[in-house]
């Protein structure tokens, strides 16, 4: 995979089963991972709240990355991906 300046990057799955197709932005998928690592940190402090709130988001944020790992109409995890750039308009 190929990361280009000054792009943005789409990327397009289909579904092998259903053959449904969704599209999401690289960059969401680099902000929920993000969450969930922030959500982790959180869960190692000694501050009883941090931890609740921290597991709660957490488990948000896991749910949320599951479209990016399956498919939304069947449920299954046999999809293709594929990269498509875009310029990035100013």
Do not use: R
């Not at 197709?21 to 690289?26: A, G, M, N």
């Not at 488990?59 to 949320?64: A, L, R, S, T, V």
Request: net charge positive; glycine share 6%.
């Amino acid at each position: 995979m190929t990361k280009e300046k000054n792009k943005i990057e789409e990327i397009k799955c289909k579904c092998n089963q259903c053959k449904k197709v969704w599209h999401y932005l690289k960059e969401e998928e680099k902000k929920i991972n993000a969450q969930i690592g922030w959500s982790a940190c959180g869960q190692m402090t000694c501050c009883l709240p941090l931890q609740l709130y921290s597991k709660n988001e957490g488990g948000k944020w896991e749910q949320q990355k599951d479209k990016f790992k399956k498919c939304p109409g069947c449920g299954s995890h046999d999809i293709t991906k594929k990269s498509i750039y875009h310029d990035k308009k100013e």
